[in-house]
C-alpha cells in the first residue's frame, strides 16, 4: 500500500468559463458564482528511477534485485469540491496510475517512489480515490479566509470550527501532516517522509479507505480523531466492513505557534489498529507448525498500536526543518502501510531565492527505520512479510537519504532530480548499499 495525501505543490485555480452578469447591477459573473461553489484541480505526476548494481552475497523472494534496473509509474489525479450547502461539501477524486517500482516494490521498507503501489497488475488503471461528505460547523472566534484550491471551494469560515468527514478518503489527508513533508509529488520522495513510518496506516493497496473523521479547531490548537476500515487480509484492496473484527482507530494533537515570527507546528498522533493479523511470536514458538509463515498465525482480535510525533519549523521566509518520530509496538505483522516499527526522519528544505529562482526548491533528508526483537528474529529465521525478506538477516539499522532539487519550469510544470542512497536495505548489512536517482515531472493546473 502506499500513503494518501493531498498534493500542496503549486497549484492554479481551474479556468472558469466567463458568462453574462447576473443583473445590471450585480458584481458577479457566472464564472464567479461557480467559483463559491465548485473547485476543480488537476495533477499528473511521473516518475522514472534507476539503479546500478550493489553487492548482494545472497537474495530472497522479497529482495530488491541487486541488477542495474529501470522502472517508470506514474499517477493523475482529478480533484472535485463541490459546495452542495451552506458549509458543506462533496468530495470527488478518481485517480489513474499505472508502472512498476524497482523490483516488484519490495526489498526496502521506506520505499524509495511515492508513486508506486503494491498491485499486480501494472497497466494504467482507473479507480476511485475519494468520494466524502464535508461539513463545518462555525464555533465562531472571529473569520478567517480559505483559499481555493485541491478539494476546497473558497470560503470565510470561524477560525473556531468543527470538521467533519464521512466516506471514502486517505487518513493523511487530515492526520499526520507536516509542512515540508508530506507531497511526494513535489516535496520528499520517500514513503516514510510523506507520512510517518511506523503507522501501519488503514487503508487498501492503493492508500484509501472509507471511514469518519472529525477535527476541532479552537484558536492554535487542533483536536482530531477518526476510524477507518483496515482490510480483510495484509496488503490487499479489500476491507472489512465489520468493524467490530477491524478497525483503524487514531487521535491526533496538534499545536501552531510562531518562533522569531515564523510559523511551527508540533503534532502529536496515537493509534490503535485490529485486524485479524499474524502473530510473529506464535511463529517464532514453533516456526515448522506454521511453515515459518505469520500468515498462517493469523486470528480474529490482533492489534497494533502506537504513536508519531511531527514537527515543522520555518526559520526565515526562505527555509525551514522537519522532525518526524513514530513507533509501533511490533508484536504482530504489518497489514498495510510498510514494514517498519521503529522510525525517525529530519530534514531540511530551501527555495531558490539565494540563486534568483524562488520557485525552486531544494531538499535533503535522512531516515532511519528499525524492527521490534519479535519481528527482526522473524525475518533472521527466513520469515517474509509483504514487502521485506531476504530469506536470512543480518539485522542493522534501515538508513536512506532523500535529497531533491525541483526546478519551476512553468507555471504549471515542476521537474526534479533526486537521489536516494539506502544503507543496509530491508535491515540487512549484507546486501547494499543501493544508489537510486529519480527523475519526476509534475504537472498541476
Known amino acids: 500500500m502506499l500513503r494518501r495525501f493531498n498534493a500542496t505543490g503549486l497549484w492554479v485555480a481551474a479556468a472558469l468559463a466567463a458568462g453574462p452578469a447576473l443583473a445590471d447591477d450585480a458584481p458577479s459573473t457566472w464564472a464567479a458564482l461557480w467559483a463559491d461553489r465548485l473547485s476543480v484541480h488537476f495533477q499528473s505526476t511521473v516518475a522514472t528511477q534507476w539503479h546500478p548494481d550493489f553487492a548482494s552475497p545472497y537474495a530472497g523472494a522479497n529482495s530488491m534485485q541487486s541488477y542495474a534496473e529501470q522502472q517508470t509509474a506514474f499517477i493523475s489525479s482529478l480533484y472535485t469540491d463541490l459546495r452542495v450547502g451552506p458549509e458543506t461539501d462533496v468530495v470527488f477524486d478518481p485517480e489513474l496510475s499505472g508502472g512498476k517500482g524497482l523490483s516488484k516494490s ?94 501501519d496506516y488503514p487503508a487498501d493497496t492503493r492508500g484509501y479507505t472509507w471511514g469518519a473523521m472529525a477535527d476541532l479547531t479552537l484558536g492554535p490548537w487542533s483536536f482530531r480523531a477518526g476510524m477507518a476500515l483496515e482490510p480483510q487480509y495484509a496488503n490487499l484492496e479489500t476491507l472489512e466492513w465489520d468493524i467490530t473484527k477491524a478497525r483503524g482507530l487514531m487521535a491526533e494533537g496538534e499545536r501552531r505557534y510562531e518562533w522569531r515570527g515564523y510559523p511551527g507546528t508540533v503534532r502529536v498522533l496515537a493509534f490503535v489498529n485490529q485486524a485479524r493479523m499474524g502473530s510473529y511470536r506464535a511463529v517464532l514458538v514453533d516456526p515448522s507448525a506454521f511453515n515459518n509463515n505469520v500468515a498462517a498465525t493469523r486470528a480474529d482480535g490482533r492489534t497494533k498500536y502506537g504513536g508519531a510525533i511531527s514537527i515543522d519549523q520555518r526559520f526565515d521566509k526562505s527555509w525551514g526543518a522537519f522532525v518526524r518520530a513514530s513507533f509501533n509496538d511490533g508484536a504482530n505483522e504489518s497489514w498495510a502501510f510498510t514494514e ?97 536517482f529519480t527523475v519526476r515531472v509534475h504537472a498541476a493546473f
Open 106 to 199: 519490495l526489498g526496502v521498507a521506506a520505499f524509495p517512489s511515492g508513486v508506486v503501489y503494491r498491485v499486480g497488475n501494472p497497466a494504467p488503471t482507473f479507480y476511485l480515490a475519494r468520494l466524502f461528505l464535508r461539513h463545518v460547523f462555525d464555533l465562531g472566534g472571529g473569520h478567517e479566509d480559505v483559499k481555493e484550491g485541491p478539494n476546497q471551494v473558497r470560503a470565510t469560515r470561524g477560525r473556531d470550527r468543527l470538521t467533519v468527514m464521512v466516506g471514502r478518503f486517505a487518513v493523511t489527508d487530515l492526520f499526520d501532516r507536516n509542512a515540508f513533508s508530506s507531497d511526494p509529488f513535489t516535496q520528499f520522495f520517500d514513503w516514510a517522509l510523506f507520512a510517518s513510518g511506523a503507522w
Open 340 to 436: 517498519v516499527d521503529r522510525c525517525l526522519a529530519l530534514g531540511v528544505v530551501h527555495d531558490g531565492s539565494a540563486w534568483k529562482r524562488p520557485g525552486d526548491e531544494v531538499g535533503g533528508a535522512v531516515v532511519v527505520s528499525g524492527l521490534s526483537g519479535l519481528h527482526r528474529q522473524y525475518l533472521a529465521g527466513g520469515g517474509y512479510g509483504f514487502i521485506i525478506g531476504d530469506g536470512q538477516l543480518n539485522y542493522g539499522f534501515e538508513t536512506e537519504g532523500d535529497f531533491y532539487y525541483r526546478a519551476q519550469v512553468s507555471e504549471w510544470l515542476q521537474v526534479s532530480a533526486i537521489y536516494q542512497p539506502v544503507i543496509n536495505p530491508a535491515y540487512n548489512q549484507d546486501r547494499g548499499p543501493i544508489h537510486i
